[in-house]
């Protein structure tokens, strides 16, 4: 498996509160992306990154922006938390080229209250 | 907009059966379909990538076939054994050198001894 950590695993917050959670990779991968995944809408895909310093939306990106300052971090920031970013959060990356396996980090289970 | 849907959404076999989980998308320009399995609580695991030139992929007890132009994928699951019980998750990345996955519901998969 891929070397996807993320950090925190788990975390509990209040509403209107900044969050950040980070996803760590070892692979040397240029492209990483955040997903969340919940009940009745499974993973959708909140923004990715293709280098460093290059970042763009995915389907779900209100309320959510991100940060790549180096190729093995990707860091994901909740500005102001609401209740409706209650979720399971997902870091997953792959390197260039055909072969895009995507590997995906164990998952921070994120609660707002 | 791609859409995925996986039928059924939960099934329920005994142990030894041969198995077909299926995976339906919208649109059928894509680049590959990746069939991940997640364990409760757990992260996402790949078992298979197939690219849109590929009409079929296997490892060990699983075949992954892909018919791009009917926009259908199957996962065969060989003598499933109790330790294959999880979700399914189809994914699928569009026309672009960019991983951004689209994912299926996915199938509830239980193996009863």
């Known amino acids: 498996d891929a070397g996807i950590t993320q950090s925190p695993r788990h975390k509990v917050t209040e509403t209107g509160t900044p969050v950040t959670l980070r996803c760590h990779q070892t692979e040397n991968h240029r492209y990483m992306y955040w997903y969340r995944q919940d009940p009745g809408h499974g993973l959708r895909l909140i923004h990715y990154?293709?280098?460093?310093?290059?970042?763009d939306k995915g389907e779900v990106s209100d309320g959510y922006s991100v940060s790549r300052s180096k190729t093995e971090d990707f860091l994901l920031t909740l500005e102001s938390a609401t209740s409706s970013q209650t979720s399971v959060y997902f870091c997953?990356?792959?390197?260039?080229?055909?072969?895009?396996?995507?590997?995906f980090g164990p998952g921070t289970r994120l609660t707002v209250l | 907009k791609q859409e995925v849907t996986q039928i059924p959404a939960a099934l329920s076999v005994p142990e030894g059966e041969n198995l077909v989980l299926n995976c339906s998308f919208t649109?059928?320009?894509?680049?590959?379909l990746q069939w991940f399995r997640q364990d409760p609580g757990k992260g996402l695991t790949s078992l298979l990538l197939?690219?849109?030139?590929?009409r079929e992929q296997t490892s060990g007890r699983l075949n992954a076939s892909l018919d791009k132009s009917s926009g259908r994928s199957t996962l065969y699951i060989a003598a499933s054994q109790p330790g294959d019980s999880a979700t399914y998750l189809c994914a699928v990345a569009g026309g672009t050198s960019y991983g951004k996955l689209t994912f299926g519901q996915g199938t509830i998969l239980t193996v009863h001894p």
């Open positions: 997953a990356s792959h390197t260039s080229g055909d072969y895009n396996e995507q590997f």
């Open positions: 649109d059928s320009a894509i680049y590959n």
């Open positions: 197939i690219q849109s030139s590929q």
């Open positions: 990154s293709y280098g460093v310093k290059d970042t």
